[in-house]
């Protein structure tokens, strides 16, 4: 019985240490790259595009408000939603720009369609 017991302590892996976090290590290399660093390039892209907001610009909130820029501040932008209606939107919420957000919705409904 006891024989038994030695042999399995001998037939576990031989190599050790650094070999067993390379699984690990190449989770996170593929994590990296299908995941964090396209996160973090779309909301580099985000903040340039809320830098560059301008009066006169066509957007879309998170909320789906869609307006046109009458007034901007370092946080707040003024939208005008129809005549003469005019709300106040923090400008981190919004999402993008018409043509952009509208050219999306109907790439996603002609692929959901076909």
Do not use: C, W
């Not at 595009?49 to 909130?61: A, C, I, P």
């Amino acid at each position: 019985m006891t024989s038994i017991a030695y042999a399995a302590n001998g037939a576990g892996p031989a190599g050790g240490g650094i070999a067993s976090f390379i699984p690990l290590i190449l989770i996170f290399v593929v994590f990296y790259f299908l995941l964090i660093r396209p996160q973090q390039k779309k909301s580099k892209e985000h903040q340039v595009f809320l830098s560059n907001l301008k009066k006169g610009d066509g957007v879309v909130t998170t909320g789906g408000l869609h307006g046109e820029i009458t007034g901007i501040t370092d946080s707040v932008v003024t939208l005008e939603i129809a005549d003469n209606i005019r709300v106040k939107v923090s400008r981190q919420h919004i999402l993008g720009s018409k043509a952009t957000v509208i050219a999306g919705n109907e790439k996603e409904t002609t692929k959901g369609s076909t």
